[in-house]
Nanobody, 115 residues
Framework: QVQLVESGGGLAQPGGSLRLSCAAS????????MAWYRQAPGKQRELVAEITDDERTGYTGSVKGRFTISRDNAKNTIYLQMNSLKPEDTAVYYC?????????WGQGIQVTVSS
């Protein structure tokens, strides 16, 4: 059984920063693509950023230049550094990963950007 656990969310002021982490645990042979998604109230879940096992990255347009995704393969962990946060970044953020050729989701973590 594989598990993804997110951490690092919370409340930030506009213009502030937060760093999310997502750690994979369990019997892991391989991890390929890992990604962050988010879902705001009343909206569909959207892809925020993704990173391949060879560390190629991709971002949705609204976060380019503000968010940075990275991974530590030794720790089976990915990170999302979020800078210059805006109120519209408020959402539940989910980690998704392709582990052992199957997809797994984290439980989600709340990020709120408000003054």
């Amino acid at each position: 059984q594989v598990q993804l656990v997110e951490s690092g969310g919370g409340l930030a002021q506009p213009g502030g920063s937060l760093r999310l982490s997502c750690a994979a645990s369990g019997i892991i042979d391989s991890i390929y693509l890992m990604a962050w998604y988010r879902q705001a109230p009343g909206k569909q879940r959207e892809l925020v950023a993704e990173i391949t096992d060879d560390e190629r990255t991709g971002y949705t347009g609204s976060v380019k230049g503000r968010f940075t995704i990275s991974r530590d393969n030794a720790k089976n962990t990915i990170y999302l550094q979020m800078n210059s946060l805006k109120p519209e970044d408020t959402a539940v953020y989910y980690c998704k990963a392709n582990i052992n050729y199957g997809w797994s989701w984290g439980q989600g973590i709340q990020v709120t950007v408000s003054s």
